[in-house]
């Protein structure tokens, strides 16, 4: 066993570059991933869900952002959703046309920039959006399963779009793909709730041979928790479904209610950090908290102190704060819905001084690492 523990706790010190799960991998994929071990030893790019296309108060204005409104630079993680794609709409769940999506991610691209989807994709069983968690959605839809041909035709959807995204060099834009994620919560038809750990291994093996099968290599495959139901190391490994499986482990956390809850945050947040950690320096893969925040940022300094703390030392490759809707009269109650900040927020003045870091990295500091070389 000591033999065993020196092993690990070696590798654990000086974590080499991987390569990604893909042997296919375009030679633009490859370079990112190994670009990206050697980039968060400099520190953590931060990541926006949304973030050319909208902001609080404004949508579609061209080289906008509310990052850059506050910084004068853009953040160096772009997120994306594909949700409706499997129904062929010209609009992803939260409005924003395909077509304009292409165009940014080929913006982000070209400048350097790390461009990462989820897929909030329908249930295929009963028809209705990816929270209706119907009882046997995933047994539903791996082969064998009545919806199985069904689900293969949405996927067949979705590769043709991701088949699109090409930068101006003509190259597949190397993607950070993260389906069926917070699958350890009871809110999405893929969560434990209603999925066996064998069961969603073999979603998750499908889903990866599928896209390969289709000519897509050029996703780089990350595996994403929520914090629901993770206390442990264990708890985070249940489902997963392999080495070869994957090429980032995540998770996603949020800050909810007033400020009392901001240790508990900060708590969660430092437990989960120190088991993705470890996890991927045992296991050779990068780790990320693929989305967090906390809705309007009341706090004047929740970036410099909350964020800041939560992450501590551990090396991850990125954070991404969820989108900029501003204000949203469908929640109940209505209110403003926001994870960044913009100018007029009260956090704003604090963020310049995280933006400021050494160790947070934007886009003019990713550009000048040429992550695709």
Same mark, same amino acid.
């Given at each position: ?59 579609? %204005? %061209? ?16 997120? &994306? ?21 292409? %165009? ?85 038809? &893929? ?12 979603? &998750? ?39 070869? &499986? ?48 906390? %809705? ?78």
């Amino acid at each position: 066993m000591l033999a065993v523990s020196l092993t690990i706790s070696c590798k654990s010190v000086s974590q080499t570059a991987g390569t990604p799960i893909d042997k296919k991998a375009t030679k633009e994929t490859v370079a990112l991933y190994k670009n990206l071990f050697r980039l968060k030893e400099k520190g953590y790019m931060f990541g926006h869900q949304d973030a050319l296309a909208y902001g609080v108060e404004w949508k579609y %204005e %061209e080289g906008r952002s509310d990052i850059k409104d506050v910084t004068g630079d853009y953040p160096a993680v772009y997120g &994306w959703d594909l949700g409706r794609i499997e129904n062929k709409s010209d609009k992803d769940l939260d409005g924003v046309p395909f077509d304009k999506m292409r %165009e940014f991610i080929k913006q982000v691209y070209d400048r350097g920039g790390v461009n990462t989807f989820s897929w909030h994709v329908n249930n295929p069983l009963s028809g209705k959006d990816a929270w209706d968690n119907t009882e046997g959605t995933v047994a539903s839809v791996l082969p064998g399963g009545s919806q199985h041909e069904k689900f293969k035709g949405w996927m067949d959807n979705a590769a043709e779009f991701l088949l699109t995204l090409k930068g101006s060099d003509g190259k597949p834009v190397p993607i950070l793909f993260r389906p069926y994620h917070e699958f350890t919560g009871n809110w999405f038809w &893929w969560c434990k709730n209603t999925t066996s750990a064998d069961q969603f291994k073999g979603l &998750w093996k499908f889903t990866v041979q599928y896209f390969e099968s289709k000519g897509l290599h050029n996703l780089i495959y990350v595996y994403n928790t929520s914090d629901a139901n993770v206390q442990t190391e264990a708890d985070f490994m249940e489902y997963y479904p392999g080495d070869e &499986w994957v090429d980032v482990v995540s998770f996603d956390i949020y800050q909810g209610g007033d400020g009392e809850k901001q240790d508990k945050f900060v708590a969660d947040t430092k437990r989960l950090v120190t088991i993705i950690d470890k996890v991927a320096k045992e296991h050779n893969k990068l780790s990320a908290i693929a989305e967090t925040g906390y %809705e309007a940022i009341p706090y004047s300094k929740w970036w410099t102190e909350t964020l800041t703390n939560a992450i501590g030392d551990k090396k991850i490759s990125y954070v991404l704060l969820w989108r900029n809707h501003g204000w949203n009269e469908h929640m109940n109650p209505p209110r403003m819905h926001y994870y960044a900040p913009y100018p007029k927020n009260v956090s704003a003045d604090n963020f310049k001084l995280y933006y400021k870091k050494s160790n947070t990295l934007f886009q003019k500091d990713v550009t000048k690492f040429k992550l695709y070389k």
